[in-house]
């Protein structure tokens, strides 16, 4: 507990740090398309930062950006501390920026980015950190459309060939998202097997022994999603909280 308590003075604002950026921050002439996620609206339940990020995402599609929480006020709101209403997980292709997609700003999230989006202890416990440590009500496991990694891992196993260096510890990491695609016909098999391994991902997540009782008590959601290249639009597959 006495980590925790440490770990959490890097990611949460005590009361009065906050009402004294937030004073300094309105002194300094915000952006009037800032939405202050990080002042007194920031959401503070798994529906209202899943509602947060999907309007995000539905003006990344119309091209009606807001680009929130980006000007000098609110850097200067987040210089000591932060508080995120969001952790997202997502593949470290440079077509899904999910700060972008979903029209975020500075101390909107925590984002961790891996091949594949694979997880291993590092990764897991920085998902683990928003939540374990401030509350953090929202963590997005995010695939994409034509996942370069996922690719080479399914090719990779299929044909039974190694890839180079540490690329085959993404793809050993990919390989139960691999044999479940495997049992069935699929007319796109690594679309399916993105699709397959995010589900797969939330779905342990969502169990982890740290995170399922936060889950069920209704303070976190762990949603998976895909995220279309072709449209910018994020597709919920598992997961989505209740208003």
Not at 60 to 81: N, T, Y
Request: aromatic share 4%; with cysteine; glycine share 8%.
């Amino acid at each position: 507990m006495a980590t925790v308590a440490a770990l959490s003075s890097c990611s949460s604002k005590t009361d009065s740090t906050k009402t004294e950026n937030a004073d300094a921050a309105k002194a300094s002439s915000p952006s009037p398309t800032t939405q202050g996620s990080s002042s007194a609206d920031r959401p503070d339940t798994p529906w209202a930062a899943f509602a947060r990020l999907m309007d995000g995402n539905r003006r990344w599609v119309d091209g009606k950006l807001l680009h929130p929480d980006r000007d000098p006020s609110q850097r200067q709101f987040v210089a000591e501390e932060q508080d995120p209403y969001g952790v997202i997980l997502s593949c470290i292709d440079s077509r899904v920026p999910p700060e972008l997609l979903f029209d975020t700003g500075l101390g909107d999230l925590f984002v961790m980015r891996t091949g594949g989006q694979v997880v291993g202890p590092v990764v897991i416990g920085s998902v683990e950190y928003g939540p374990m440590t401030s509350g953090t009500p929202l963590i997005v496991v995010l695939g994409h459309q034509r996942c370069g990694a996922i690719k080479a891992a399914y090719k990779a196993l299929k044909e039974n060939k190694p890839l180079p260096g540490n690329l085959q510890a993404i793809v050993e990491a990919l390989r139960p998202a691999y044999e479940e695609t495997a049992k069935a016909k699929h007319a796109d098999p690594v679309d399916a097997m993105i699709r397959i391994h995010t589900k797969q991902t939330s779905a342990d997540l969502r169990s982890n022994a740290d995170l399922a009782p936060l889950v069920k008590k209704g303070d976190l959601a762990v949603v998976s999603a895909y995220y279309s290249l072709d449209t910018g639009r994020v597709e919920v597959l598992t997961g989505a909280p209740s208003a």
